[in-house]
């Protein structure tokens, strides 16, 4: 960490963002003892939260990405890191994320926002942290980011720091990258996931979710339009996108927070890059040259990757 370089090589055996992110996903081995609780949440349903605890008075809590958990290598990774540091690790799992189906016919999303205060309001209810920092990766980092900015909920003031890596801050111009023809891989994968949820939610809800034509989606955009967004509140595709997009409440974050997305993310449009001037003093964004989707390490799969290094040292020195 002394040594610690804020510039990004890239991996030193390839620079490519595909294989930057792909094979971290798939490689990486790290086994942890998760401790799980599981919160009740007004609304009748749950999320389960996965925990490392060392006795600690300071919490990492960290949010998955899209179709991810509290297994996904990057959070298991960031959860090994924090332990060294000398953290107590939260795993979220978003809402029908953690190997159980949620019960009620709505889901999680890049925007639920109510989730995030009900996570915070019950670690601060059960436990004394005296900090919190929470990190988020991807669709849980946008989430992570509109609850920073949004002005919707206070924010405890145990929380003074943040992180969030891989963002796709402009959710329907990332719809539309992923919908290119070099991404079908990423889309199929989601989509397969996507749907086995929703075919077994269609089971338990019969004459809610019209399945009709389900196989031949191939897009986020209509994938969105008939399901996400109707089963969420939103009128369709483009109001969900708009209203849940972290790029517009970026302005309004209050704490120290570090935003990392990589020039060669496959999943990241232009728009995805915040220029100077477009986001307020408290949040730092940068943009290496390198890095992939949630992927960022410095050589093979396994040992410490770049991301949780700057995590880190960014939280110790706020820069």
């Known amino acids: 960490m002394a040594n610690f370089n804020k510039e990004f090589a890239g991996n030193k055996f390839f620079k490519n963002g595909h294989l930057e992110t792909i094979l971290p996903s798939v490689f990486r081995k ?90 915070l309001s019950y670690l601060l209810s059960k436990n004394s942290y005296s900090q919190i920092i929470p990190i988020g990766f991807s669709l849980g980092g946008n989430l992570l980011l509109k609850y920073l900015g949004e002005g919707k909920f206070k924010i405890p003031s145990q929380i003074n720091q943040a992180a969030a890596f891989s963002v796709p801050i402009d959710l329907g111009a990332s719809a539309v990258q992923l919908g290119k023809v070099q991404n079908k891989l990423y889309m199929q994968r989601f989509l397969l996931s996507l749907n086995q949820k929703l075919i077994e939610k269609a089971q338990r809800f019969p004459g809610e979710i019209n399945l009709k034509g389900l196989s031949k989606i191939t897009r986020f955009e209509e994938w969105d339009d008939r399901f996400t967004a109707p089963l969420h509140g939103f009128s369709g595709a483009k109001e969900y996108y708009q209203k849940c997009s972290s790029k517009q409440f970026l302005s309004g974050i209050s704490i120290s927070t570090l935003l990392v997305n990589a020039q060669n993310d496959p999943f990241l449009p232009e728009s995805c890059y915040p220029e100077k001037g477009s986001f307020g003093s408290n949040l730092l964004v940068e943009i290496p040259k390198f890095g992939g989707h949630c992927g960022f390490s410095y050589g093979f799969p396994n040992g410490y990757y770049y991301s949780e290094e700057r995590a880190f040292h960014f939280f110790s020195n706020k820069e």
């Open 30 to 119: 790290i086994s942890l003892p998760y401790q799980r609780q599981r919160l009740n949440l007004p609304d009748g349903d749950f999320l389960d939260l996965d925990f490392l605890k060392q006795g600690s008075d300071k919490l990492l809590l960290l949010f998955h990405g899209l179709e991810g958990s509290s297994q996904s290598n990057y959070i298991k990774g960031f959860a090994r890191f924090g332990l060294n540091q000398g953290f107590d690790i939260c795993a979220v799992n978003l809402r029908s994320c953690s190997g159980e189906p949620n019960k009620l016919l709505r889901s999680y999303h890049s925007g639920a926002t109510e989730d995030v205060d009900a996570i």
